[in-house]
Each structure stands twice: as C-alpha cells, then as structure tokens.
C-alpha cells in the first residue's frame, strides 16, 4: 500500500468549510504522480523517454463522510484488476480510523507516439503487483 498524509486547506473548501466534491479527486491524482516518482522519478520525463503515459477511464467516488477545513487525512492506495492495458487504483481516504471516501480508478496504458493502447511496461506490472493487498488466509 501506498500512503500520502495531507491538510485539508482553505482553498479546498466552500464557504461552510466542507470540502468541494472534485478535490479528492485531486488529492488522489497527487498520490498517484508521488507514488510514481518515488518509483521512476519524473513523469514527464519518463513519457518522453519512453512514450507510454496513462490516464483515467473511469472513477467511482463514494463520499461516506463530509470533510472540513484543516482535516488531517490519509489517502491509501492499492491496485487491483491488473491487466493487459489497464489496473485500477482503489483508494481509501481516511480521518484518523474513520473512512471518509472510497474511490476506484481505472488507468489505461497509451503510447503517445503510436497514439494507441499500448500493453503496461513489465516494470509496472512488477511494481503494481506490490500495491496488491493480498487475502489474509
């Protein structure tokens, strides 16, 4: 599992001081690019290199709990459904223990350069496979 701490800001909020529905999207987005830097480094610099980006299919959000200004959050990420040219992020936002938000990200693998689906580099497939939860038997 991959794990980002963060602050809910001002900016992020209403006038209530509850967060705007789109920004956990953002929050889940940061989570993703810094567990691929920690990874491989610089993003851009990989799809230039390499060609192959990838980008968001489809997202599922359920909001199970309202967030407020200067929240103190965990994102969880895990990857699950792993195959030939997709996987999806599932993520888990939690306040302390209590879950906030639950959300499924499907990411598709593309290569710019021949601008189709392209097969996910066996070095990723190694590396989402260490962000499977595995049963507990």
Known sequence: MHTMNLTVH??????????YYSKPLEWLEWCRVQWFTHNYG???K???ETGITF???KATVEYKRPVFFNDELVVEMLAKE???VSFIFEYTVKRGTETV???DITM????IRKKSLSALPEQLVNQLNSLVEVAAG
């Open 10 to 19: 001002l900016s992020d909020t209403d006038v209530t001081g509850q967060v």
């Open 42 to 44: 610089n993003f851009l």
């Open 46 to 48: 990989y799809v230039e």
């Open 55 to 57: 980008f968001p299919s």
């Open 82 to 84: 792993i195959k030939k």
């Open 101 to 103: 938000l639950k959300s």
């Open 108 to 111: 598709v693998c593309f290569d």
